[in-house]
């Protein structure tokens, strides 16, 4: 359903984003991670949902509203990594772009 207000799953559902959906799954199967950040209601929640459906591996979701430190950004990642039974091994690396994916 194109209106409707919940968040897609499904890329037939995601009309005219299939280009950040390429992109987003490149970035990740580079082993790079993605932050998707804008206002409210423009979509980065059904562009993940279905970025982690397209990779048919596991994926972990994030809802980072209320998150104002890095030790609260880590604490919810380990809470979810632990609440989903994922096992990670992992390094991080802090790359900004400010901008279109485009």
Same mark, same amino acid.
């Given at each position: 359903m194109i209106f409707d207000l919940h968040p897609k799953e499904n890329i037939k559902d995601l009309i @005219?984003?299939?280009s950040e959906v390429k992109y987003v799954?490149?970035?990740l199967s580079s082993g790079n991670w993605v932050l998707i950040s804008g206002q409210r209601?423009?979509?980065k929640t059904s562009l993940m949902k279905v970025v982690i459906?397209?990779?048919k591996k596991p994926g972990l979701y994030l809802n980072l509203r @209320?998150?104002?430190s890095l030790n609260s950004l880590l604490s919810l990642l380990l809470s979810e990594i632990n609440r989903n039974k994922l096992n990670f091994n992992f390094h991080?690396?802090?790359n900004f772009?400010?901008?279109n994916a485009d």
């Open positions: @005219g984003r299939e799954i490149s970035q209601e423009i979509g459906n397209e990779m @209320g998150v104002k991080v690396n802090f772009i400010i901008g």
